[in-house]
T-cell receptor, first 107, second 122 residues
Framework: DIQMTQSPSSLSASVGDRVTITCRAS??????LSWYQQKPGKAPKRLIY???NLQSGVPSRFSGSGSGTEFTLTVSSLQPEDFATYYC?????????FGQGTKLEIK | EVQLLESGGGLVQPGGSLRLSCAAS????????MNWVRQAPGKGLEWVSV????????YYAESVKGRFTISRDNSKNTLYLQMNSLRAEDTAVYYC???????????????WGQGTLITVSS
């Protein structure tokens, strides 16, 4: 199975800050990785697909990069609505696996 | 664009069974691969199962293999999850989520349903 190690598990930041979340895969997953935002009581929402492609309608302050085994999600300038939990997902091989999540909180 | 709506959640005793449904709106359901993803209270997301667009290929997480069965009826635009031998650790919100490419190799999961809660307890 492909393990996804996501870090940090939590992050405290201020509005306007730049933040980066990392996911490392236990083996090469090429670019078969997507990023999701989840707010309390809501379904996850896709932000980035195929490692670096921005979902339509998602603000351009979100960006993704990486390939192979190391991937990052960056928010260039945090807005109040960005405080949420973020997950990566590898869909390269079965079983698909999510990262453990990063809870982004207001400092 | 496909929209998804789960149903069938509720309270069930350990060892019991339940069938979840995920109804899709839109005419392209039969081209989507469909997944079930669950989230235990206060925990992260866990992928459960996928069925490809043709319905012949299915895969499961080890934690549910042999107990859960995923299926689809493309004529009814509906995805199902038959859950047997339920355990307390199956308690979670269950989401259905689609892959537009038919096999989930690219683009990941979108759209998602709103989720349905399963509670396994005596």
């Amino acid at each position: 199975d492909i393990q996804m190690t996501q870090s940090p598990s939590s992050l405290s930041a201020s509005v306007g800050d730049r933040v980066t979340i990392t996911c490392r895969a236990s083996q090469d997953i090429i670019s078969d990785l997507s990023w999701y935002q989840q707010k309390p009581g809501k379904a996850p929402k896709r932000l980035i697909y195929d490692a670096s492609n921005l979902q339509s309608g998602v603000p351009s302050r979100f960006s993704g990069s990486g390939s192979g085994t190391e991937f990052t999600l960056t928010v260039s300038s945090l807005q109040p609505e960005d405080f949420a939990t973020y997950y990566c997902l590898q869909h390269h091989g079965h079983p698909y696996t999510f990262g453990q999540g990063t809870k982004l909180e207001i400092k | 664009e496909v929209q998804l709506l789960e149903s069938g959640g509720g309270l069930v005793q350990p060892g019991g069974s339940l069938r979840l449904s995920c109804a899709a709106s839109g005419s392209t359901f039969n081209s989507y691969a469909m997944n079930w993803v669950r989230q235990a209270p206060g925990k992260g997301l866990e992928w459960v199962s996928v069925i490809y667009s043709g319905g012949r290929s299915t895969y499961y997480a080890e934690s549910v293999k042999g107990r859960f069965t995923i299926s689809r009826d493309n004529s009814k635009n509906t995805l199902y999850l038959q859950m047997n031998s339920l355990r307390a650790e199956d308690t979670a919100v269950y989401y259905c989520a689609g892959c537009a490419d038919g096999s989930c190799y690219s683009r990941g999961f979108d759209p998602w349903g709103q989720g349905t809660l399963i509670t396994v307890s005596s």
